[in-house]
Structure formats: structure tokens, C-alpha cells
């Protein structure tokens, strides 16, 4: 095969092995600019066997290190590779050293009294080492490899979730505050809501019984207090305008709102807080926390509008031709899915997500003594529990086993303890309809196939298991999706199959310059 002479170039070589070296120090000698990366601290991360003869290659370090055409980046990462007019666009993540190697003697204490046990990566992880790593390229260079703990890697934000409880344990409880909110805005409100999937890997529960998470995240947000002085942002600052006053529309406002950016939230409701205080329920989410958390928000120079329906009252374009740099979309999912079968237009059917809205605004609605919620979510759960409270007899219709339940198990747990039956493996067919309004449910027995798209397992229909339930009202709470028709006019915005809006995923931003979402 000829071989392609490559000169003048700048070329990204990954890879610090045998191959990738020689392979960089090829296209250095022929006038090349190459950038060599690694993922690992060093070079000498991996030992080449070639033969009985010849068991081990010597890297030619010393050639590497002495080549100016060639820049070396360890312990580096490719996070993501794009086209672009002259060639391509890469972003590389480096990650932290940790040592000043300027400042160590090479005595070797660091070894003897680290505390941490990895499972060493350069042996098949069949043996431990401390956290860490000495890799000799010609200058002495060690590194501190952080071995980051399950549950922060399960965080879907990375909390540091062993800092803040042991800062708890140490009664440092403003510390932990402090460190939980450089990274999180909202404990009081996550403390009372998240699904903690931390807890679910926690390694203490191998031993007896997980740490409780969530709950020390609501402990210190209730109990450690931290004074937060009302911020002044110049009218020079570069202006920022959201729309959607719920957990990402505040969130980004609290991050730019640090970053000194003058920031306008423009919200539909007459309240702030979006799903926080029109999806979940006040017994769930005390609106005193929820209130509190927001006005740390407006304390840091965000100014919140209610009752502005950007596409209606204002539009993007102008948003953008008033002077504000930059848009932000973060109107959450309002918009109930349909159920797609008969009937379910008629009185007496609503959507789940409007249902709720309601009762937490606390807006007259008008439900039946029977109540049929079709759904296994924590919406579905959250408008039994709320129908229940109204005074009707509540029933949940979810076409999987409970394993499969997306909704929480303590929240399902508190449905059956407060009486809602599930009819489990049971889906809708059709909402019959009696003098124009709803009087049964056509529902059919399922069994569990095969794992979906999702990981659970398929319902199916059983042939001949129809049957009918007595109902009033049917509250169907399968998922939501966006309102987005305030984007139509807008060029260059694309909406995907999901009805999501497409974005860049590193940067957020959509077809359109300036428009984020």
C-alpha cells in the first residue's frame, strides 16, 4: 500500500502508545505541527510485548521531548470532534494534576501515607494502588488521580456528595451548604423532591442500609443558614432573557446572574417556580421553601415578569431588538400527551399536567366521585394522591407490573397507604361515553414481553381480557411534551420527532444566533 506523504500540516495524533508516538514523531520529521494526546497521566502508560527476542520496545521519549514540532497533552481527553472549513474542530478536556511538581522532593511520603485504594487500571485491575501516579517522561511528573464515588457519579449534576456529608458529620453544616449550593441553587427544594439515585448506588448499603442522601441535602438547606446580600448588577452588563420561570430557567438565570449578566425572566404564570409550583403538590413542596429559594434567585439581580407569554404578548425577535444579547428557552413540558382512543375528548377527561395546575393554583376544577388516573409517573401519582385529597374515590390504571413504575417507590408507597388502588398490567381502550359525558372505561388485561426502547419490559395485549371500570373522570398522565408553537415563524429553530428543540450539546444554542434552549 503507498504511503501518503502528509507536510505542513497540524495533525491530532490520539493515543500515547508505541504506534502513537513513533506515529507522531513520523509526521513531525516531515514539517508537520502534531499534537499528541493521552488520556492516561503519562506515556508510559502501557508496556509493548513484541517478542521473545525483543520483549519490551523503549519508547523513544527523549526524541519526543526534544521535538518542537510535536506538543505532547496527557492526561487528556477527546470530548468532541467536528467538521469544520479547513478541517476540524476539536475540544479536548484536561483534567486537573493536583500536584505542584515544582515543589516535590521525589521522597515517596505521599505513597506511604495516601488513604485511598484505586484498583489499578495499568495492571487489569487486579491489584490496588494509591491515588497517586508517578510517570517518569524524562522530568520527574506525579499526579493525583481523584477516584470520584459512586454516588457522585450517579448525580445527574455530580454533587460532591461525600464532601457535604462528611462536612455534616463534622457539624460544619454551613460548609456544607456552602459547597452544595456552588454547584446546586435549590437544596432546600432538591432535599424535598429528587429521586436520589445516589442512594440506590450507595456502598454503604451493601453493609446494611444506603446514607440518606436527600435527606441530609434537606437537613442543612433547613437548618444551616447563609445570608445572601442583595446583588446590583450595572445597567452595563450585558443583558440575558429567559423564558420560563421553572428549575432550568432559574438555575440558568442563578449561573449568569454570578457571571454578572443582567438577566430578565419572562414567565406566563401568575407564579413563579413552573413545574415546582404548578406540577407538584404544596404537601410535596412547601411553597414557604419553594418561595425562599426563588427569592435567593431575585437577590442576585434577576428580575422575574409574570403574566408575559413570550410568542403572544412579546416575540423572540423583538426580545433580541430591545438590546438583550441573548435568549434563553426553558418553558418545561405543560402539554399532556394524548392517550389515542376513543373518546377521550369527551367531559370529564383532562390531561394530568393541567389537572394539577389547577389544584395548585388553587383554581376551581370540577372532578367526580370516581377518578380513573391512567398513568405510572410521578404526575399520575401526584393527581391520584391530589383527587384523593378533593374527596373522590381514586383509581391508577398503569399498563406494567410495579417493578416497571417510573414513578418513586415511596411516592407509590404513600398512593396505596392512603388507599388509591393500581390496577396493574391493565391499559385503556376507549372512554365510553354515556349523555355526553364519561361513564366507563374500556380497559384490556396486558402481560410483559420483551424490554423496549427504555429498558422495560413491553406490555402486550391478552386477547379476550376486556372489561370495563365505573368512572366519572379520567385523568390521563402518560407524559408531557413542550408548547412550542411560539417558534414556527422563527428560521433556523428545528424542533425534533420528540417535539424537543435541537441544540448544540455542548453549547445549548439552536440554528439561530444568540437563541439558546
Known amino acids: 500500500m503507498e504511503r501518503v506523504e502528509i507536510k505542513d500540516k497540524r495533525i491530532l495524533v490520539i493515543g500515547g502508545s508505541y504506534e502513537g508516538i513513533n506515529t507522531a514523531l513520523s509526521l513531525a520529521r516531515e514539517g508537520n505541527k502534531v499534537y499528541l494526546v493521552e488520556s492516561a497521566p503519562g506515556l508510559l502508560n502501557e508496556t509493548v510485548l513484541l517478542d521473545r527476542n525483543e520483549p519490551y520496545k523503549v519508547f523513544p521519549l527523549n526524541e519526543l521531548k526534544g521535538n518542537e514540532n510535536i506538543e505532547v497533552i496527557t492526561f487528556s481527553d477527546i470530548s468532541r470532534i467536528e467538521k469544520s472549513k479547513d478541517g476540524f474542530k476539536v475540544k479536548i478536556k484536561k483534567m486537573p494534576e493536583r500536584v505542584k511538581n515544582e515543589k516535590c522532593t521525589a521522597l515517596g511520603e505521599c505513597y506511604r501515607v495516601c488513604p485511598v485504594n484505586l484498583y489499578d487500571e495499568y495492571n487489569g485491575y487486579l491489584s490496588l494502588r494509591c491515588a497517586i501516579s508517578h510517570f517518569p517522561m524524562g522530568d520527574k511528573k506525579y499526579y493525583i488521580i481523584k477516584e470520584v464515588p459512586i454516588c457522585q457519579r450517579t448525580c445527574p449534576i455530580g454533587l460532591d456528595v461525600r464532601g457535604y456529608v462528611g462536612l455534616i458529620s463534622d457539624g460544619k453544616y454551613k460548609e456544607a451548604l456552602e459547597l452544595i449550593r456552588s454547584k446546586l441553587p435549590f437544596p432546600g427544594i432538591i432535599g424535598r423532591i429528587c429521586p436520589h439515585p445516589c442512594e440506590q448506588k450507595c456502598n454503604r448499603g451493601k453493609l446494611d442500609e444506603p446514607i440518606s442522601i436527600r435527606d441530609l441535602k434537606r437537613f442543612v438547606a433547613d437548618n444551616a443558614k447563609i445570608s445572601i446580600e442583595q446583588k446590583e448588577i450595572p445597567e452595563s452588563a450585558k443583558k440575558v432573557a429567559i423564558i420560563g420561570a421553572g428549575?432550568?430557567?432559574?438555575?440558568?438565570?442563578?449561573?449568569?446572574?454570578?457571571?454578572?449578566?443582567?438577566?430578565?425572566?419572562?414567565?406566563?404564570?401568575?407564579?413563579?417556580?413552573?413545574?415546582?409550583?404548578?406540577?407538584?403538590?404544596?404537601?410535596?413542596?412547601?411553597?414557604?421553601?419553594?418561595?425562599?429559594?426563588?427569592?435567593?434567585?431575585?437577590?442576585?439581580?434577576?428580575?422575574?415578569?409574570?403574566?408575559?407569554?413570550?410568542?403572544?404578548?412579546?416575540?423572540?425577535?423583538?426580545?433580541?431588538?430591545?438590546?438583550?444579547?441573548?435568549?434563553?428557552?426553558?418553558?418545561?413540558?405543560?402539554?399532556?400527551?394524548?392517550?389515542?382512543?376513543?373518546?377521550?375528548?369527551?367531559?370529564?377527561?383532562?390531561?394530568?399536567?393541567?389537572?394539577?395546575?389547577?389544584?395548585n393554583l388553587k383554581e376551581k376544577i370540577e372532578i367526580g366521585k370516581n377518578v380513573i388516573v391512567i398513568g405510572g409517573g410521578n404526575v399520575a401519582i401526584d393527581a391520584a394522591r391530589c383527587a384523593l385529597r378533593l374527596g373522590s374515590k381514586v383509581k391508577i390504571v398503569y399498563r406494567r407490573s410495579r417493578d416497571e413504575m417510573p414513578a418513586s417507590n415511596e411516592e407509590i408507597e404513600s398512593a396505596l397507604a392512603e388507599g388509591i388502588n393500581i390496577e396493574y398490567l391493565t391499559a385503556p381502550l376507549e372512554v365510553v361515553i354515556n349523555n355526553g359525558a364519561v361513564s366507563r372505561l374500556k380497559c384490556i388485561r396486558m402481560r410483559l414481553g420483551d424490554p423496549d426502547a427504555s429498558g422495560r419490559r413491553r406490555p402486550i395485549p391478552v386477547s379476550g381480557t376486556e372489561f370495563e371500570l365505573d368512572t366519572d373522570t379520567v385523568i390521563p398522565a402518560i407524559g408531557q411534551t413542550s408548547n412550542l408553537d411560539f417558534l414556527k415563524n422563527i428560521k433556523g429553530i428545528e424542533i425534533s420527532r420528540r417535539g424537543t428543540i435541537i441544540v448544540d450539546p455542548e453549547s445549548l444554542s439552536t440554528g439561530v444566533k444568540g437563541i439558546f434552549a
Not at 413563579?272 to 409550583?277: H, N
Open 247 to 359: 428549575p432550568a430557567g432559574l438555575a440558568c438565570a442563578h449561573d449568569l446572574s454570578q457571571m454578572s449578566y443582567k438577566v430578565t425572566i419572562f414567565e406566563s404564570l401568575p407564579v413563579e417556580g413552573g413545574m415546582l409550583a404548578v406540577g407538584i403538590p404544596e404537601y410535596r413542596l412547601p411553597r414557604d421553601i419553594l418561595n425562599m429559594e426563588i427569592d435567593i434567585v431575585k437577590k442576585m439581580g434577576v428580575e422575574i415578569k409574570k403574566g408575559i407569554k413570550v410568542g403572544k404578548d412579546i416575540s423572540i425577535t423583538q426580545l433580541l431588538e430591545n438590546g438583550y444579547h441573548a435568549v434563553f428557552i426553558a418553558v418545561g413540558a405543560h402539554k399532556g400527551l394524548k392517550l389515542g382512543i376513543p373518546g377521550e375528548d369527551a367531559k370529564g377527561v383532562i390531561e394530568g399536567v393541567y389537572f394539577l395546575q389547577r389544584v
